[in-house]
């Protein structure tokens, strides 16, 4: 598809981030030029995609549909059991309620937010064990998605191993920048996990992504196509929750998957109270097909070279001016680093909610806060966590925009960067309870 976008002017945008309060969530789409706000379910469908919407089978139960997603699942992903959910957040929901009981303990390497709204909710806490180079912008590591192992022992060796409910591992990690894990971390995870009879959920959102950036740094892997450590990665795994939204590239729709046929069924029985029959679980029969076709096409090489070649070219120029970004650059969008950006401006003035809302003034781009805002409260103390990294996210949609796009979108974070001593920080007049990101309101200090 193609659609118009629209320029609008300076006092138009100023009007409009005023009456959303200084979020971008709150702003309409209309209002925006170029849409970096996520690239979840943003990204363009294929001609195949949309003749499989075509052929979409609606009965309430028993979809070809869905037959068709699950051999997808299993022959790209090779999980057994397959349970379809509305999105990522309703596989998070029902694997926190299966598997994690009161009091316990969910290592993974970063938080994300919803993942661990859902872990809280379920009565559990969830535990950073990821590198400490992830935390720094400014560190090289080629795979910032790595999990530190004596953080998981000591956990382990602190609480026991039967207050874990399982170790959550994202591929790639969203919160650190779209930073992958290396396959000789997930196995070294594998060999610990086993020792003490802990399963792996795999949050692979971004799966073929981080398996792109496996085979283009990791040693021995180079003659692997994205296809084949996709699968690897699955492997190493008991079972997934998926947002289907991001790399399989439709704009609705998530799976749960797994290896063990008593959590299946228990999921299984699950799905039906909170999200639909367990052969559309909230997807209609056209969305399960789309989904099928996409997550063949996620898998391809040359997809993945243009895609994250895409989100490089926007990186590296943002480097070359000096602007402070979260390096290496990841997969899915590129992350200014607001801290350094707005070194004026103390975490509590909000920094990157500010920097978000100054780009989209300065010409309709549309980034969001990854930091402060979106880390929220200790739901114990009520006091605000103070994450290290402090981000702007410019998320790339896929096969959405040209590089022509990309140049205007450098252009105006450069100028931005060139004025940021103008950009004053925010106060928060409105926050709701839960993930107050996405709805949070500001007034201009
Ligand atoms: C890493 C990761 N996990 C989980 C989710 C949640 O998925 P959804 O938005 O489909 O509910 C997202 C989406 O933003 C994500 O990026």
Redesign the pocket.
């Given at each position: 598809m193609v659609e118009p976008v629209f320029m609008s002017t300076l006092k138009e945008r100023k009007e409009a981030i005023e009456r959303a309060g200084y979020n971008t969530f709150l702003l309409r789409s209309e209002e925006v030029y170029i849409d970096l706000l996520?690239d979840?379910?943003t990204s363009a469908m294929s001609d195949r995609q949309w003749a499989g919407m075509m052929l979409g089978d609606e009965a309430y139960a028993g979809s070809r549909n869905f037959f068709n997603l699950e051999n997808a699942i299993q022959k790209y992903y090779g999980y057994k059991y397959v349970v379809p959910t509305?999105?990522?957040?309703?596989?998070?929901h029902i694997i926190s309620k299966i598997m994690i009981k009161q009091g316990d303990f969910i290592p993974g390497n970063m938080y994300?937010?919803?993942?661990k709204l859902h872990q809280e909710l379920a009565g559990g806490k969830f535990v950073d064990i990821i590198i400490d180079e992830a935390h720094d912008p400014e560190s090289m590591h080629p795979f910032k998605g790595d999990v530190d192992l004596n953080k998981l022992e000591n956990l382990i060796n602190e609480v026991g191993q039967d207050q874990i409910a399982y170790v959550a591992m994202?591929t790639?990690?969203?919160?650190a920048g779209g930073q992958p894990i290396s396959m000789a971390s997930l196995k070294a995870l594998r060999k610990l996990t086993n020792q003490y009879g802990i399963k792996i959920i795999h949050?692979m959102?971004?799966v073929a992504e981080n398996a792109f950036m496996i085979q283009q740094k990791e040693e021995g892997y180079q003659h692997k196509s994205v296809e084949e450590i996709t699968r690897m990665i699955c492997d190493l795994t008991d079972g997934a929750?998926m947002?289907?939204?991001?790399d399989a590239m439709v704009n609705?729709?998530?799976f749960l998957a797994m290896n063990d046929k008593e959590l299946f069924d228990e999921a299984r029985n699950m799905v039906v109270i909170y999200e639909g029959l367990h052969t559309y679980g909230g997807m209609a029969g056209r969305d399960m097909e789309a989904l099928a076709i996409g997550i063949a096409e996620s898998v391809k090489d040359e997809h993945m070279k243009a895609r994250i070649g895409q989100v490089h070219y926007l990186g590296n120029k943002l480097l070359e001016a000096g602007v402070p970004i979260v390096k290496p650059v990841g997969t899915?969008g590129v992350f200014l680093d607001a801290r350094a950006f707005l070194s004026h401006l103390s975490q509590d003035k909000f920094p990157a909610q500010a920097l978000a809302a100054a780009l989209y003034l300065d010409s309709g781009v549309r980034a969001m806060e990854r930091g402060i805002v979106s880390a929220g409260r200790d739901p114990i103390t009520g006091e605000h966590h103070y994450p290290k990294l402090e981000l702007v996210r410019l998320t790339i949609p896929r096969r959405v925009y040209t590089q022509a796009h990309m140049d205007v979108v450098a252009e105006s974070v450069i100028s931005v960067f060139e004025n940021r001593n103008s950009i004053r920080g925010l106060k928060m007049v409105y926050e709701p309870k839960y993930l107050r990101f996405f709805q949070a309101r500001f007034e201009s200090l």
């Open positions: 996520t979840s379910g509305h999105q990522g957040r309703g596989a998070e994300f937010t919803t993942t994202a790639t990690v969203n919160m949050d959102t971004r929750t947002s289907a939204k991001k609705i729709g998530g899915h």
